[in-house]
C-alpha cells in the first residue's frame, strides 16, 4: 500500500496514508486489524494527521486537496485547491490554536483551509518549490520547512505571511520541522546530513551531524520526553537522539533496512511509517 504518513489518534487506533493505493488506513494495534478506505480515482495521499475534531485529515497530491475523514460514517469532505493552483503535491499539514488546517505544497505553495466556512486561502512560498514539512508550537506559532529553498519560515496565522529564517548551513535541504515542548524546533536537514536545532527567542541555531557515512535525516519528531527521534535514509535506519549529550543511538529490533518518511506520537510511543517494508513501526517506553 505504500504507507507515507502515519497519525496515532487518542483511542488507541493508528491512522496512515496508503499513498501507492490511493487510500486512507486503519490500524487498530491491540488486534492487528488493518481497514484501508478508497479516497477516490486518482488520490495519492501523503500526509495525515488527526484534527481537534478527533478526524483524520488528509493532504492528497494526486487529488490536489485536503480531505476530512468522518471516522464514524466514512464519509470524505473535499477542500480542493483553487483551480489556478493545480498539481501544487500536497504534502503536510498542520492545525493553529483557532482550528483552521494549514498546508505545503512541493510546487511552491502552502495554504489555509477553514473547516467551518469551507475556504481555502494559498499563498505563494518564497523562493518558489520546496514546502514539505509543518509544525505548530504550543505557543500557537506555525513554521514549515523548503526542502528545495533551504530554509525553515514562520506563517502569520492572522495575515498568512511567510518570514524565512535562515540555517547556518547553506543548502541544507530543511525537510521536516518539529517543536519540542519549550517551543524549540529540531529540523532534519536532509542534504546536509544532520538535524539542526533552532531556538526563535534567542535567534540561535545548533547542529549535530549524524553517524555514518552519507547520512540523509528525514523523519524528526520529538516526544514528551524531550527525546527526538529521526529516520535516516543513508543508513536505512531510526535513531534516537539526546539532547544532553550528543549521542545517537539505532532503535533497535528493526528487520532491515527502514525507510520511514514521517515520525508522530503519542504518551509512550513513537510510530513510524516505513515505505520499504510496507509496515507500521512502533517504538514503545524503554525499548
Given at each position: 500500500s505504500?504507507?507515507?504518513d ?6 488507541g ?14 490500524l487498530?494495534p ?12 486518482g ?7 488527526v484534527g481537534?475534531d478527533?478526524?483524520?485529515w ?11 475523514f ?12 483553487p483551480a ?5 503535491n ?14 505545503t505544497g ?8 477553514d ?25 500557537g506559532?506555525?513554521y514549515?520547512?523548503?526542502?528545495a ?9 492572522g ?5 524565512v ?5 547553506p ?10 515542548a ?22 540561535a541555531?545548533?547542529a ?7 547520512p ?5 519528531y ?8 529521526v529516520?535516516?535514509f543513508?543508513a ?30 503519542r ?7 516505513d515505505?520499504a517494508?510496507?509496515r507500521?513501526i ?6
Amino acid at each position: 500500500s505504500g504507507p507515507h504518513d502515519v497519525a496515532p489518534a487518542a483511542d488507541g487506533t493508528v491512522w496512515f496514508t496508503a499513498q501507492a493505493a490511493g487510500k486512507l488506513g486503519r490500524l487498530d494495534p491491540g488486534t492487528g486489524r488493518v481497514d484501508e478506505f478508497s479516497l477516490g480515482l486518482g488520490s495519492a495521499p501523503h500526509g495525515v494527521i488527526v484534527g481537534p475534531d478527533g478526524a483524520p485529515w488528509v493532504t492528497d497530491g494526486g487529488l490536489n486537496a485536503v480531505l476530512r475523514f468522518d471516522p464514524g460514517t466514512h464519509a470524505i469532505r473535499r477542500f480542493p485547491l483553487p483551480a489556478n493552483r493545480a498539481n501544487a503535491n500536497l504534502n503536510t499539514a498542520t492545525f493553529d490554536r483557532a482550528g483552521r488546517l494549514w498546508f505545503t505544497g512541493q510546487n511552491g505553495v502552502y495554504g489555509q483551509v477553514d473547516p467551518q466556512s469551507g475556504a481555502v486561502r494559498v499563498w505563494d512560498a518564497p523562493r518558489g518549490p520546496g514546502p514539505y514539512g509543518i509544525a505548530t508550537t504550543r505557543s500557537g506559532a506555525v513554521y514549515f520547512a523548503s526542502l528545495a529553498g533551504g530554509y525553515i519560515a514562520r506563517i502569520d496565522t492572522g495575515s498568512g505571511a511567510a518570514r524565512v529564517i535562515e540555517p547556518p548551513t547553506p543548502r541544507q535541504g530543511a525537510r521536516r520541522v518539529w517543536p519540542d515542548a519549550r517551543g524549540t524546533l529540531w529540523v532534519s536537514e536532509f542534504h546536509a546530513g544532520q538535524i539542526a536545532r533552532f531556538e526563535p527567542e534567542e535567534n540561535a541555531w545548533r547542529a549535530w551531524r549524524l553517524p555514518g557515512t552519507d547520512p540523509q535525516p528525514y523523519a524528526i519528531y520529538v516526544d514528551e520526553r524531550g527525546t527526538v527521534w529521526v529516520s535516516d535514509f543513508g543508513a536505512g535506519a531510526l535513531l534516537r537522539f539526546d539532547p544532553a549529550s550528543g549521542r545517537f543511538d539505532r532503535v533497535a529490533g528493526q528487520a532491515g533496512e527502514t525507510w520511514i518518511r514521517q515520525l508522530l506520537g503519542r504518551p509512550g510511543e513513537v510510530w513510524g511509517a516505513d515505505s520499504a517494508h510496507d509496515r507500521l513501526i512502533r517504538v514503545s517506553e524503554g525499548e
